[in-house]
């Protein structure tokens, strides 16, 4: 069974740190580029930062550049999120994507939920 199930959300204080982690399971994430989302209620969903299939190219949203990092670990299926210096604004529902590059696919995860408190 194909599923992406992300971790490490929660209440944390402005100014705080926190760690996602993205693990796949029934598929082999490191032939799937690898993005985090975020989505509060009535907003579209946002990119917030993505990672090529072999890790040497990133990208981010200009609202979380130089504070979040992505990376991923592809002997361990898994991706990553740290998240540095945060603000209330960055509180949101925290989603994990995997797309194809060879073909129209992508996989979601369930979500976690962080809450930076002011």
């Known amino acids: 069974q194909v599923q992406l199930v992300e971790s490490g959300g929660g209440l944390v204080q402005a100014g705080g740190s926190l760690r996602l982690s993205c693990a796949a399971s029934?598929?082999?994430?490191?032939?799937?580029?690898m993005s985090w989302y975020r989505q509060t209620p009535g907003k579209e969903r946002e990119l917030v930062a993505s990672?090529?299939?072999?890790?040497?190219?990133?990208d981010y949203a200009d609202s979380v550049k130089g504070r979040f990092t992505i990376s991923r670990d592809n002997a361990k299926n898994t991706g990553y999120l740290q998240m540095n210096s945060l603000k209330p604004d960055d509180t949101a529902v925290y989603y994990c994507?995997?797309?194809?590059?060879?073909?129209?696919?992508?996989?979601w995860g369930q979500g976690t939920q962080v809450t930076v408190s002011s």
């Open positions: 029934g598929f082999t994430l490191s032939t799937w580029i």
């Open positions: 994507n995997a797309k194809s590059p060879f073909r129209p696919a992508d996989y």
């Open positions: 990672i090529s299939i072999s890790g040497a190219t990133t």
